[in-house]
């Protein structure tokens, strides 16, 4: 039965969504709406219209309002101080020669007054790459004389970087970890192995350089193939009662590939429907 209703929304173009309880609000795809963040209010784009959910919605963060006139231009305002921002760090980094990337800025202007509280000060976050560790207290100094506001510099992991930014997966889909994966898991190599990929760092690194987040997703399953399917080599028993030898798993398929006795032809059978020995097949089925 339908729980509730629920909208996805992003921020940038291309970007994570982030999936919203829209409230009283029915906004369309393509409408400008208000967003609760840590920093304040700020104004995404809904790219999935509202909809009925099997899913309990909620614990889904909700729509605040449909953005107005004012809330689009200070958010135009907040997107041209980002390029100004990138701009000026990107000329200071090569001024004080350092090795360093920016990927991403974010910028918060200050806040309305509150009675004697002028408010928060504007803030401006610079996301970068680097080899090692580097010592940028003289770039913040002159980076916020620059900008006229508060600086703060945050060095990103390749992963994390490759989550701001954005990008199209060898699968060529958005990449995960920017549009859907909240955290990053352990993947091993250990994982390209049991799932009997090439080893090639080419092929199983994604845009990051590190192994791809997707050799997680299939793993248990070929763990349980394995755990329960005849190994390579091991002398089975076709449904028809032919003998052969394994020499070939199709996991995908839950299938296993035998090289019959007879004649040295391959089949592919179910996984269900072979059995290795005889002795083997009475002593896991009890016959």
Not at 125 to 141: K, N
Not at 236 to 248: I, M, Y
């Amino acid at each position: 039965m339908p729980m509730g209703l629920l909208c996805a929304v992003t921020f940038n173009k291309y970007g994570r969504l982030y999936y919203l309880d829209p409230g009283d609000f029915r906004p369309r795809v393509g409408d400008k709406v208000l967003v609760g963040t840590d920093d304040g209010p700020e104004v995404a784009e809904c790219v999935w219209a509202p909809e009925w959910s099997d899913e309990d919605t909620a614990g889904f963060p909700k729509v605040i309002g449909l953005a107005g006139a004012a809330d689009v231009s200070r958010d135009d305002l907040i997107r041209q101080r980002k390029a100004e921002a990138r701009v000026a760090a990107n000329r200071l980094i090569r001024e004080h020669q350092l090795p360093m990337k920016v990927i991403a800025v974010d910028h918060v202007p200050s806040g309305p007054p509150d009675g004697d509280d002028p408010g928060p000060s504007p803030r401006t976050t610079v996301y970068f790459t680097a080899p090692h560790r580097v010592d940028f207290r003289s770039l913040v100094r002159d980076l916020g004389a620059t900008l006229k506001c508060r600086v703060e510099l945050r060095q990103l992991s390749a992963r994390d970087s490759a989550k701001v930014q954005g990008g199209i997966g060898s699968c060529g889909r958005d990449l995960c970890c920017s549009t859907f994966l909240t955290e990053f898991e352990p993947v091993s190599i250990r994982m390209a192995k049991d799932q009997d990929l090439p080893l090639n760092p080419m092929r199983i690194s994604g845009a990051c350089g590190r192994l791809m987040c997707c050799l997680k997703y299939e793993h248990p399953l070929y763990q349980d193939f394995q755990a329960t399917a005849p190994a390579l080599g091991e002398q089975v028993v076709t449904a028809d009662g032919e003998e052969g030898r394994v020499v070939g798993h199709s996991v995908p398929r839950d299938a296993v590939v035998i090289r019959l006795a007879a004649d040295g032809s391959r089949t592919v059978c179910p996984k269900a429907s072979v059995c290795g020995s005889r002795k083997a097949y009475e002593d896991r089925y009890a016959v």
